[in-house]
C-alpha cells in the first residue's frame, strides 16, 4: 500500500461550483502538508502549504488537515477554467530529505 | 521563476541505448531530485542529491544512475533503456530537503520515448 492516496480521477465540474480534493496517507510522522498544482505540460508548483493539523485560507484555495483522521483536503471556491490542471498533495516528516506525493487528481473546470 | 533547466526537452531513442538527462541550476540549492511521472502513478522519486557527489536511491532506481560532481548539475542516466522508460522526467531542487516542509521547485520536464 503506498504511503500517500490520491484519487487520480479525473474530475469534470462547472465554472463556479466547489472543488473538495482529498489525499489519505498511513506515515503519523507526517508533519508537513503540501499542494502542487501541475498545468498541462508543465512543471508541478507549489500551491498551498500547511503545517499539522488545521486549516489555511488562500484566496480562493482552503487546504485542511485532519492528522487524526490521517487525511488533507483542498477545497477550491468559486472554480475557474483556469484552474482546470494536476493536483498534486505532498507531504514529509521532520529531517526527512524528500516529499512524498500522491498520484495526483486531473482537474477540468468547463465554462 | 527558480533557475531550472533541463535538456534534452525531447528525445526518441531506442531499446538498449545509453540515454542521459541533465538538469542545471542557477540556485545554488543543495538538493536535487529526479522523478518520473506516469498516468495514474504520480511523481515518483528515482534518486536524489543532497550534496555534490552525494547521492540516494528513491523508490524506482533500477536500470537508472546519478552523478552530481558540480553544484549546478544532476545528470541521470538509464543505462540501457528499455520501453518501460518512456516517461516523463522532471527535476527539482530545494535548499533544506523536505524536512521542513521546505518547496521544491521543479524544472520544465524531458519527455522519453524508448522504442
Given at each position: 500500500q503506498?504511503e500517500v492516496?490520491q484519487?487520480?480521477?479525473p474530475?469534470s465540474?462547472?465554472?463556479?461550483?466547489?472543488v473538495?480534493?482529498?489525499?489519505?496517507?498511513s506515515n503519523?510522522?507526517?508533519?508537513?502538508?503540501?499542494?502542487?498544482?501541475?498545468?498541462?505540460?508543465?512543471?508541478?508548483e507549489?500551491?498551498?502549504?500547511t503545517?499539522?493539523?488545521?486549516?489555511k485560507e488562500d484566496?480562493?484555495?482552503t487546504?485542511?488537515?485532519?492528522?487524526?483522521?490521517?487525511?488533507?483536503?483542498?477545497?477550491?471556491?468559486?472554480?475557474?477554467?483556469s484552474?482546470s490542471?494536476?493536483?498534486?498533495?505532498?507531504m514529509?516528516?521532520p529531517g526527512?530529505?524528500?516529499?512524498?506525493f500522491?498520484q495526483g487528481?486531473r482537474?477540468?473546470i468547463?465554462? | 521563476?527558480a533557475?531550472i533547466?533541463?535538456?534534452?526537452r525531447?528525445?526518441?531513442?531506442?531499446?538498449?541505448?545509453?540515454?542521459?538527462?541533465?538538469?542545471?541550476?542557477?540556485e545554488?540549492?543543495?538538493?536535487m531530485?529526479?522523478?518520473?511521472?506516469?498516468p495514474g502513478?504520480?511523481?515518483r522519486?528515482i534518486?536524489y542529491s543532497?550534496g555534490?557527489k552525494d547521492?540516494?536511491k528513491?523508490e524506482v532506481?533500477?536500470?537508472?544512475?546519478?552523478?552530481?560532481?558540480k553544484?549546478?548539475d544532476?545528470?541521470?542516466?538509464?543505462?540501457?533503456a528499455?520501453s518501460?522508460q518512456?516517461?516523463?522526467y522532471?527535476c527539482a531542487?530545494?535548499?533544506?530537503?523536505g524536512?521542513?516542509?521546505e518547496?521544491q521547485?521543479?524544472?520544465?520536464g524531458?519527455r522519453?520515448?524508448?522504442?
Open positions: 503506498k492516496e484519487d487520480p480521477g474530475l465540474v462547472p465554472e463556479g461550483a466547489i473538495s480534493l482529498n489525499c489519505t496517507y503519523s510522522a507526517f508533519q508537513y502538508f503540501m499542494w502542487y498544482r501541475q498545468y498541462s505540460r508543465k512543471g508541478p507549489l500551491l498551498m502549504y503545517y499539522s493539523s488545521g486549516n484566496g480562493r484555495f487546504a485542511q488537515v485532519d492528522k487524526s483522521s490521517k487525511y488533507i483536503s483542498l477545497f477550491i471556491r468559486d472554480s475557474q477554467p484552474d490542471a494536476t493536483y498534486l498533495c505532498a514529509s516528516a526527512a530529505q524528500k516529499l512524498v500522491g487528481t482537474l477540468t468547463n465554462p | 521563476d533557475g533547466t533541463q535538456s534534452p525531447h528525445k526518441v531513442t531506442e531499446t538498449g541505448t545509453p540515454v542521459t538527462l541533465r538538469c542545471h541550476q542557477t545554488n540549492h543543495r538538493y531530485y529526479w522523478y518520473r511521472q506516469d502513478h504520480g511523481l522519486l534518486h543532497y555534490v547521492t540516494d528513491g532506481s533500477d536500470g537508472y544512475s546519478v552523478s552530481r560532481s553544484t549546478e544532476f545528470l541521470l542516466t538509464l543505462e540501457s528499455t518501460s518512456t516517461s516523463v522532471f531542487i530545494s535548499e533544506f530537503g524536512g521542513a516542509g518547496e521547485f521543479f524544472g520544465p524531458t522519453l520515448t524508448v522504442l
